[in-house]
């Protein structure tokens, strides 16, 4: 039986040349000038024929990881439209990369985990997934708008950028216990409202906030949240930022 050390290293390496023959575009021609891997083997790899041997994934993995990785990714794939708003569709909605981001919150998450993955509609919501099956705990997804089946909820206001506009995140009372950790995931964190609308919900549940996992942040206006709600810090948490605008 293989240790699960190996088959993590072996299932990574594949996840690698995925990523490189997704985002890079790479020929199995260059693949293989890169790892010292004939690409007949390569080909096999990526499309889940065989896994790679002990030594092959120790190459693959040497050749590739500093190269493609979910930052790598995320300047790659992100995309600036007009008014300055960030299209990162392209990532969050991408298998491969998600596998890389699930690796990566194992990773830094895993040996203390959150007992609940917390994220915003809509956009959040993959990485919430993924943070979930990684870590093997539940996602909560605060919403815009209030389930008519059930009754008692957490919310909190969220005002909008033109004047006068405002709304609503609800998150259902019995999704966050009291004294529970929490990890949030976000896409973008840019002006901190969405996370300040998160943390004040936390408050509220009286739960305490154990990190935070965003893809791009953006300045560091939304580090003054965090500084106003540092009560509900957990002693061990920690930031995680995959690109910093």
Known sequence: MLEPKRLSDRAFAIELLQAARNLLSLSYRELAKLVGIPESVLCRY???YVIPSKEHASKI????STIVNTKTYVEKKIRLREEGIIDLKQVLYDPVFLKLYARRVKKIFSRSPPSKILTAAVDGIPLAVTASLALGKPFVVAKRDRDPSIDEYYEATIVGKEPFT???????????????TVLIVDDIAQSGKTLDALLSILEKAKCRLRGISILV???NAWRKVLEKRETILDKEFYVDIILQL
């Open 166 to 180: 405002s709304f609503m995140l609800y998150v259902p009372r019995s999704f966050l216990q009291v004294n529970e």
């Open 61 to 64: 993995i040497s050749a590739l």
């Open 46 to 48: 990526v499309n889940g």
């Open 217 to 219: 942040a953006i300045g």
